[in-house]
C-alpha cells in the first residue's frame, strides 16, 4: 500500500521549495519602490495638466464677461511706430520760379523808332568798320534832321565812344603782339594777330542790334557817356 501511495502521488517525491535570499528580496523591494514612485510621478502630472486645461477654458469665458472700457480714444495707449516703417514728409508745391533773364539784354528803346533810325543807326556802325573812322556818326549827330532823333543819337554816341576805345585796345593789341612775336621768335604772330580784330566783330554786333531797334551797352564806355551827362 505505501509502494503504491508513492508511485502514484508526484509530489511525494518533490523537492522543498527553497527559501529567497535576502538579497534577491532587496532587489525586488528596490523595484517595487521604483514603479510606485514613478506611478505617482505620472499622477502628479495628470493633475496638472488638468488644471491647465481647467485655466484655458476659464480664460475665453472670462474675456467675454469682462465689460468694455469707456475711456476715450486719446486714453488708450498708441502703439509705437515700427523701425522697419518709412516715413515720408508731406509733399509741397514747388512755386513758380521766374525765368533768368538773358545775360546783358539790349534794352528796348522807350521812344518811337521807324525805319529810318533802324537803318541810319546801323550804318553809323558800319560805316566805322569800313572807314576806320566814325564818319557816318559824326554826320548824324549835325544833320538837321538826324539829331533830333532820340535812337540815331543814342547810336551816333555809342558808335563814337566805341571807336576811342578800340584805338586804345589796339594800342595795347600792339605791344602784346609784339612782345609775343619777339619772345617766340615769330611763331606767335600767327596766333596774336586775330586780336585786332576783336573791334570789328563787335561792332558789326551793334550794329545789327541797331537795325533790329535796340539799343546797346558797352561795357565801361556806356557807364562812362551816361555818368557825363552824354547819353540817357
Known sequence: MSELNETTNPTADAEPILPVEPEAAAVLDGMNQTIESAATDVKAAGDELAAAAGQ??????????????????????????????????????????????AVNPAPAPSYDVNADDKLMSALAWAGMVLLQIPLVSIVLLLAEGN??????????????????????????????????????????????????????????????????????????????????????
Open 56 to 101: 484655458v477654458d476659464v480664460l475665453p469665458a472670462a474675456s467675454e464677461a469682462a465689460p468694455v472700457s469707456s475711456a476715450a480714444p486719446e486714453a488708450l495707449p498708441q502703439a509705437a511706430p515700427s523701425p522697419d516703417a518709412v516715413f515720408t514728409l508731406p509733399t509741397l508745391e514747388e512755386p513758380v520760379r521766374p525765368q533768368a533773364a
Open 147 to 232: 539829331k533830333d532823333r532820340p535812337f540815331q543819337r543814342h547810336h551816333a554816341l555809342q558808335s563814337i565812344g566805341f571807336y576811342l576805345a578800340a584805338l586804345v585796345y589796339e594800342v595795347i593789341a600792339a605791344i602784346l603782339v609784339s612782345i609775343g612775336t619777339v619772345v617766340t621768335l615769330g611763331c606767335g604772330l600767327a596766333c596774336l594777330w586775330v586780336l585786332f580784330f576783336v573791334p570789328h566783330a563787335l561792332a558789326i554786333y551793334y550794329g545789327w542790334q541797331a537795325y533790329q531797334g535796340r539799343e546797346v551797352s558797352i561795357p565801361v564806355v556806356t557807364q562812362i557817356m551816361r555818368q557825363q551827362g552824354w547819353i540817357k
